[in-house]
């Protein structure tokens, strides 16, 4: 069992940058794989990045590409994501999630049987 906690969630302005925190419970993180997605208002949630446990695979959305970095450190049992160029439509409740590492990262948010309650990222204009 993995639970999960995100922070650093906030309100900034278009152009601004924040880093969102997801701490993890438990003694085996290194052995989980972790995502970030995330849900706008009205939206269906959408993946934006994952992590492999040695953090040798990540993959990130088209839309996030250049802009956001997720990374992790096993050590504080804690992935992270920093966001920066935030925009307007990057608005939205961003969740961690977390699964077995079996070889490969999954991209979809079926594939993740933990996930955190929630940190919410306001961009404004």
């Known amino acids: 069992q993995v639970q999960l906690v995100e922070s650093g969630g906030g309100l900034v302005q278009a152009g601004g940058s924040l880093r969102l925190s997801c701490a993890a419970s438990?003694?085996?993180?290194?052995?989980?794989?972790m995502g970030w997605f995330r849900q706008a208002p009205g939206k269906e949630r959408e993946f934006v990045a994952a992590i492999s446990w040695s953090g040798g695979s990540i993959y990130y959305a088209d839309s996030v590409k250049g802009r956001f970095t997720i990374s992790r450190d096993n050590a504080k049992n804690t992935v992270y994501m920093q966001m920066n160029s935030l925009k307007p439509e990057d608005t939205a409740v961003y969740y961690c999630?977390?699964?077995?590492?079996?070889?490969?990262?999954?991209?979809?948010?079926?594939?993740?049987?933990?996930w955190g309650q929630g940190t919410h990222v306001t961009v404004s204009s």
């Open positions: 438990g003694r085996t993180f290194s052995r989980y794989a």
């Open positions: 999630a977390a699964n077995v590492d079996t070889g490969w990262v999954p991209v979809m948010g079926p594939q993740y049987a933990y």
